[in-house]
């Protein structure tokens, strides 16, 4: 077991890995001043395999849960099921002393925040992430949204939650393509901050791949260390924490221009890291040869390095919508060298275009 304190003054949390721990959910949420009543939200797929064993925790500690399960998949971070949820809640009888629960991965960690956050101006908040990229990322830090049509993530507020619970036992039912997605952004904490966490990544890959519990939580731990670090001395991103988005530029437009349904996020940033390598070549930022080794990397993940379904006319469009923009540029996270990033605003559509050629 791991505690990972986030220190933001009020709002600090603690995050607890330990292997075993969704069994003890109702435990867990007892050491918050919380009443009884809880909404939970899973998608369909957790409430299959972790819905049972979580509720019956809950209430074997006193609380009175009511599920709401949505459709898995990010066409569920939406407006039109933030308002469904809203209703749930309103039906159910929801106060400002009561909770949201989210039971999932990043599509339900970020919509269940989100409606956390604007439900009654606000209630509280418990994060218990099943995926590993909701482990070691989305559920850690505050970023809550729901997606519009024309961009990932735009409509949305920091809102941090009261704790997050962290079970790599979740991990052993995660389908390949799911866990592989996860690695994306595990990878990117090795890439931006961590160039000794890389070389491990680099050489333990079987390992990582066998899921076993205590490497895993070891895994997590080390991103989740990171993530706090970076939260704590920038919590709105205005700073430091746009490191994070290293990968994610690229990476929105992408999943935007496949419906959200082609390319998981992690996929997507997996991509997009590609292309932010290869800016940072065209940029004199960092030498060659660090793209080819960050290729190879992703492939052992299982990750995809090149995409045919759209062309760089069509991604440009849906960077133009990215809130990362300022002043009206993008914002690029570019390495100076592995481990070490920078924030890069004045680079030209013309090397934008260059750089998407490196996966299409």
């Given at each position: 077991?791991?505690?990972?304190?986030?220190?933001?003054?009020?709002?600090?949390?603690d995050i607890i890995i330990q292997t075993g721990a969704l069994s003890r959910v109702g435990e867990w949420m007892a050491r918050f001043s919380i009443a009884p009543r809880t909404?939970?939200?899973?998608?369909?797929?957790?409430?299959?395999?972790?819905?049972?064993?979580?509720?019956?925790?809950?209430?074997?500690?006193?609380?009175?849960?009511?599920?709401?399960?949505?459709?898995?998949?990010?066409?569920?971070?939406?407006?039109?099921?933030?308002?469904?949820?809203?209703?749930?809640?309103?039906?159910?009888?929801?106060?400002?002393?009561?909770?949201?629960?989210?039971?999932?991965?990043?599509?339900?960690?970020?919509?269940?925040?989100?409606?956390?956050?604007?439900?009654?101006?606000?209630?509280?908040?418990?994060?218990?992430?099943?995926?590993?990229?909701?482990?070691?990322?989305?559920?850690?830090?505050?970023?809550?949204?729901?997606?519009?049509?024309?961009?990932?993530?735009?409509?949305?507020?920091?809102?941090?939650?009261?704790?997050?619970?962290?079970?790599?036992?979740?991990?052993?039912?995660?389908?390949?393509?799911?866990?592989?997605?996860?690695?994306?952004?595990?990878?990117?904490?090795?890439?931006?901050?961590?160039?000794?966490?890389?070389?491990?990544?680099?050489?333990?890959?079987?390992?990582?791949?066998?899921?076993?519990?205590?490497?895993?939580?070891?895994?997590?731990?080390?991103?989740?260390?990171?993530?706090?670090?970076?939260?704590?001395?920038d919590e709105l991103d205005a700073g430091d924490r746009m490191m994070l988005n290293f990968g994610h530029t690229a990476g929105h437009a992408i999943e935007a221009a496949g419906?959200?349904?082609?390319?998981?996020?992690?996929?997507?940033v997996a991509l997009g890291m590609l292309v932010a390598i290869r800016l940072s070549e065209l940029t004199g930022s960092i030498l060659q040869g660090c793209l080819d080794s960050?290729?190879?990397?992703?492939?052992?993940?299982?990750?995809?390095?090149?995409?045919?379904?759209?062309?760089?006319?069509?991604?440009?469009?849906?960077?133009?919508?990215?809130?990362?923009?300022?002043?009206?540029?993008?914002?690029?996270?570019?390495?100076?060298?592995?481990?070490?990033?920078?924030?890069?605003?004045?680079?030209?559509?013309?090397?934008?275009?260059?750089?998407?050629?490196?996966?299409?």
């Open positions: 077991m791991e505690t990972i304190r986030v220190n933001l003054d009020a709002r600090s949390y909404l939970v939200i899973m998608d369909e797929n957790t409430a299959e395999l972790f819905g049972a064993p979580a509720l019956e925790s809950m209430k074997a500690a006193g609380f009175d849960p009511v599920s709401a399960v949505i459709t898995p998949g990010e066409a569920s971070k939406s407006l039109p099921v933030a308002d469904r949820l809203y209703e749930t809640a309103i039906r159910a009888g929801l106060d400002r002393n009561c909770s949201v629960v989210a039971l999932g991965g990043g599509v339900v960690g970020d919509l269940a925040g989100f409606v956390a956050a604007t439900y009654q101006r606000g209630i509280p908040f418990l994060q218990i992430p099943t995926t590993l990229l909701s482990q070691v990322d989305s559920s850690v830090g505050g970023k809550v949204a729901v997606n519009h049509a024309l961009g990932k993530n735009l409509i949305g507020a920091f809102y941090q939650p009261r704790g997050v619970l962290i079970d790599p036992q979740t991990l052993s039912s995660l389908p390949q393509r799911e866990f592989a997605s996860g690695m994306a952004e595990v990878i990117k904490y090795g890439l931006i901050f961590d160039e000794p966490f890389l070389s491990e990544l680099t050489t333990e890959v079987q390992a990582v791949q066998s899921r076993t519990p205590t490497l895993m939580e070891r895994v997590i731990a080390r991103c989740c260390h990171l993530k706090a670090a970076v939260v704590e001395r419906g959200f349904k082609l390319y998981t996020h992690g996929e997507g960050v290729r190879s990397l992703l492939k052992d993940y299982g990750l995809p390095v090149q995409m045919s379904t759209c062309n760089e006319t069509e991604l440009l469009g849906y960077m133009n919508t990215d809130k990362k923009r300022e002043a009206g540029k993008l914002r690029w996270i570019v390495l100076d060298k592995p481990g070490q990033a920078a924030v890069r605003s004045n680079i030209s559509t013309d090397l934008v275009r260059d750089a998407l050629q490196v996966i299409l």
